[in-house]
């Protein structure tokens, strides 16, 4: 394997070896003050997944693509948010723009193609034809159409970000939204982001997948270090260390740190020396939907992306990235097999188990559900959400 060593200072390495030994010596992990009762709808409300989407969706930045998707100028990609069909679009200046995929006319969908490359995008139902900055350039038979201020009627226009190797979106065309992603990060969780070095790695595939599970079930099965050896007995359960993480809150969003049965090889040296660097997870997840996992070896960035309109719809955005591209077939069979086995412990073990509890959840007569103090990530986001919703930018 290419393992890159951890791009962190020795005192954070040592902190987290520090954490981890101290909880597999003790069988403890990082725990909430409180176990948290929370109401099970909502996972299944179909007014609080209105108001998601619109009051937080259409007001903090989720990634939209990595920013390798589209490497050179006209190259555009399309993306499906949890309000609009996004065309993203490579400006001649190198920038990146979004724009909601609807014909100003009378709605057609602009852009049908997943990706390509183009200077000019006419619609297919009555040729209208906008620049690649949104610009209304042509109306097909001007004249006979009515008079039009082309100015108006470029196409609408989502604030967007290119940061991190990614390109980042405010789901929302309303016009009073902005974009600061370094401040909606924070300080010390950029910079904690800015290590996973994410622009320095290779999008090897990017895939996703619909599911009629609620954003939340699935955000809640990534927070959850507590399910291992349950949920996974058949498969990674014996690689993975259960119920023992270091968990950091850092502001509104997240870290966390879990070691794999591995690092039993260097658990007899002193913290600040054992090279835990191939033995450790470290996630950073994203309010509200998105999970950045370091594996010793590559990055899988996921984004759970509510569909529009139902409470019970996501698309899973899962990429796995790479540190160096892969160019032989040797390298592309390796990285495809990692993938193979990602998808199949999803599809087989987390998915199952998901869409039964979404389907649970669902009955008349249950109480509350519960988040243990174990489950403290779990608790955060949960928290967070409750937060975001009383805070008037909507970024709790
Ligand atoms: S709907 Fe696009 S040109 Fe008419
Ligand atoms: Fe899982």
């Known amino acids: 394997m290419v393992y890159t060593d951890?791009?962190?200072?020795?005192?954070?390495?040592?902190?987290?070896?520090?954490?981890?030994?101290?909880?597999?010596?003790?069988?403890?992990?990082?725990?909430?003050?409180?176990?948290?009762?929370?109401?099970?709808?909502?996972?299944?409300?179909?007014?609080?997944?209105?108001?998601?989407?619109?009051?937080?969706?259409?007001?903090?930045?989720?990634?939209?693509?990595?920013?390798?998707?589209?490497?050179?100028?006209?190259?555009?990609?399309t993306v499906q948010l949890p309000n609009n069909e996004i065309v993203l679009v490579r400006q001649a200046d190198g920038g990146v723009r979004g724009f909601v995929n609807t014909c100003r006319h009378r709605g057609a969908r602009l852009v049908p193609e997943e990706r390509g490359s183009k200077r000019i995008f006419s619609c297919r139902y009555h040729g209208w034809a906008y620049g690649s900055d949104g610009s209304l350039r042509s109306i097909a038979d001007e004249p006979t159409f009515g008079r039009v201020d082309r100015r108006c009627m470029s196409l609408l226009e989502v604030p967007v970000e290119e940061r991190h190797g990614f390109v980042w979106v405010v789901d929302s065309a309303a016009g009073d939204r902005t974009i600061d992603i370094a401040e909606w990060?924070?300080?010390?969780?950029?910079?904690?982001?800015?290590?996973?070095?994410?622009?320095?790695?290779?999008?090897?595939?990017?895939?996703?997948?619909?599911?009629?599970?609620?954003?939340?079930?699935?955000?809640?099965?990534?927070?959850?270090?507590?399910?291992?050896?349950?949920?996974?007995?058949?498969?990674?359960?014996?690689?993975?260390?259960?119920?023992?993480?270091?968990?950091?809150?850092?502001?509104?969003?997240?870290?966390?740190?879990?070691?794999?049965?591995?690092?039993?090889?260097?658990?007899?040296?002193?913290?600040?020396?054992?090279?835990?660097?191939?033995?450790?997870?470290?996630?950073?997840?994203?309010?509200?939907?998105?999970s950045v996992l370091r594996q010793p070896d590559h990055l899988e960035v996921l984004n759970f992306v509510p569909a529009p309109g139902t409470p019970v719809g996501t698309r899973m955005q899962m990429r796995l990235l790479t540190r160096e591209p892969a160019v032989t077939d040797e390298q592309k069979a390796r990285w495809d097999k990692n993938w193979n086995i990602l998808m199949a412990v999803l599809r087989e073990e987390d998915l199952v188990v998901n869409e039964g509890l979404q389907k649970a959840v669902t009955n008349t007569d249950i109480g509350p559900i519960y988040f243990g103090r174990n489950e403290i990530a779990n608790q955060h986001f949960h928290q967070w959400m409750a937060r975001a919703f009383e805070d008037s930018r909507k970024w709790g």
């Open 185 to 290: 990060l924070g300080r010390e969780f950029d910079e904690s982001l800015a290590a996973m070095e994410m622009d320095k790695y290779h999008c090897h595939i990017a895939q996703n997948f619909d599911v009629d599970i609620n954003w939340k079930v699935l955000m809640d099965a990534f927070l959850d270090g507590y399910h291992i050896t349950s949920t996974h007995a058949g498969t990674v359960a014996p690689y993975f260390y259960n119920n023992a993480q270091s968990w950091e809150p850092m502001g509104r969003h997240g870290r966390m740190v879990t070691a794999r049965k591995s690092i039993d090889t260097v658990r007899g040296v002193a913290p600040a020396d054992a090279p835990i660097d191939r033995h450790i997870t470290v996630a950073h997840f994203l309010m509200p939907n998105m």
């Open 6 to 77: 951890l791009p962190y200072d020795e005192a954070t390495k040592a902190g987290f070896a520090r954490a981890l030994f101290d909880h597999l010596d003790h069988d403890t992990t990082d725990m909430a003050p409180e176990i948290l009762e929370v109401d099970p709808r909502v996972y299944t409300d179909p007014e609080l997944a209105a108001r998601e989407r619109r009051e937080l969706f259409g007001y903090v930045p989720i990634i939209a693509a990595h920013s390798t998707e589209l490497p050179g100028n006209h190259d555009f990609a």
